[in-house]
């Protein structure tokens, strides 16, 4: 299966950009890289996902690399509460079973 | 809107015990998930249910059963809990295959 490698933790001050790397230079052709963040003694929350194009949603972007061996996930400005463990996961569409979560960066937010 | 439901929310265990973790899901999705966390750790998937009526192994299935009971409902069983098995477990389900997960809040399991 492949895997993506993240910094263990970031830091940003409030208001400012946080931008969120992930390789995966093991990315298959069907591979969809999906955000996924998890608040303080909360269940996983979707943040964002995409195959080619950079995306964009109410909480984040996601610029893709031209040859989809990274990513990063972009909050445009930082506020407490994103304090959380952001993880980066690539999903193979024909699988369920190929959502491997790994460990993570931990994004401390600071005023 | 419940989404995800999980309960117990805690639930303490004494070895060779056995008990079953329920999840329920209001949204129609096809497919369902178990997933535990253990502590500074990301999460691993035990077993999931592609759709109503199948289920299948994910990384850590030894010591744990399935039961997918109806499209709404994924249960997670063990038969004969041990301390290796202290940990959070989640939930989650899907439309389809690569929509995202829906997570519930988690059971906080320790098995003394």
């Known amino acids: 299966d492949a895997k993506t490698t993240q910094p263990n933790s970031m830091e940003s001050n409030e208001e400012e950009p946080v931008h969120l790397p992930c390789n995966h230079s093991t990315i298959s052709g069907t591979d969809y890289i999906h955000w996924y963040r998890q608040l303080p003694s909360q269940g996983p929350e979707y943040v964002i996902h995409g195959l080619t194009s950079n995306v964009n949603n109410r909480m984040a972007s996601l610029a893709i690399a031209e040859d989809r061996k990274s990513s990063t996930l972009i909050l445009h400005r930082a506020t407490l509460r994103d304090a959380a463990v952001y993880y980066c996961?690539?999903?193979?569409?024909?699988?369920?079973?190929?959502?491997?979560f790994g460990t993570g960066t931990r994004l401390q937010v600071t005023l | 809107n419940a989404g995800v439901t999980q309960t117990p929310k805690f639930q303490v265990l004494k070895t060779g015990q056995s008990m079953t973790l329920q999840c329920a899901q209001d949204?129609?999705?096809?497919?369902m998930y178990w997933y535990r966390q253990d502590p500074g750790m990301g999460l691993r998937l035990i077993y999931y249910s592609a759709s109503e009526g199948t289920t299948d192994k994910g990384e850590v299935p030894n010591g744990y059963n399935v039961s997918r009971l109806n499209k709404r409902e994924f249960s997670l069983r063990l038969e004969s809990a041990a301390p290796s098995q202290t940990s959070v477990y989640f939930c989650a389900s899907s439309d389809i295959i690569n929509s995202p997960l829906h997570f519930g809040n988690g059971t906080r399991l320790t098995v003394t």
């Open positions: 949204m129609n999705h096809n497919s």
């Open positions: 996961i690539l999903r193979d569409p024909g699988t369920a079973s190929k959502l491997t």
